[in-house]
């Protein structure tokens, strides 16, 4: 029944585009639609925005020594749009859903690295830099968080490399792809 109705309501649309009447059609098709059918869209899910990217590990927490491992902290925020805590340098999930995280070092001359993305405390991938001049280590990766769940890099062993001036070697982004 509700098929027919649709087919008359779309051939009286049709009737009514043809002789330049819109309104006469339009109440057709609300005289022929069940009234479930015409009952207001649901509204839109809350959004929810996240994005961040920052640079230049800071001294002090580019080196690891011995079986310590160090939180890396950043000297700039280039971007913060929700979720990136510049004193705790991690991100913290301010909505359930798909985050994407990359990651970018460089190790010191002859030297290497072993850089972590963690959540929540827990390893999820690493980067390596391997020993030689000065070379580099970069990963990235796809979680799935809930909401307050942190997002941070750990030095695991080894030392990063950072110019002494305005260029900066070491970088960590991430942003919401999609929120549920």
């Known amino acids: ?62 080196a690891a020594t011995g079986a310590s491992r160090t939180r890396l902290r950043f000297q700039e925020v280039l971007t913060s749009e929700g979720g990136w805590s510049p004193s705790e340098s991690d991100f913290q999930a301010p909505c359930r859903g798909l985050y994407y995280f990359s990651f970018h070092g460089v190790a010191q001359d002859r030297g290497d690295f072993t850089l972590a993305l963690m959540k929540d405390g827990q390893y999820q991938v690493t980067a390596y830099g391997g020993k030689g001049s000065f070379q580099q280590g970069s990963n990235s990766a796809l979680l799935l ?36």
């Open 1 to 62: 029944m509700v098929r027919l109705g649709l087919v008359i309501a779309l051939l009286a649309t049709a009737c009514g585009l043809a002789w330049g009447q819109v309104n006469p059609g339009a109440q057709i098709i609300a005289a022929a639609l069940p009234p479930e059918t015409l009952a207001a869209p649901p509204a839109p899910a809350p959004t929810c925005s996240s994005g961040f990217s920052v640079r230049k590990a800071a001294r002090g927490t580019s």
């Open 145 to 180: 968080l809930n909401p307050g769940e942190l997002v941070h890099l750990e030095l695991q062993q080894g030392s990063l490399y950072e110019h002494p001036f305005d260029e900066a070697y070491t970088s960590f982004s991430g942003f919401l792809v999609k929120a549920y």
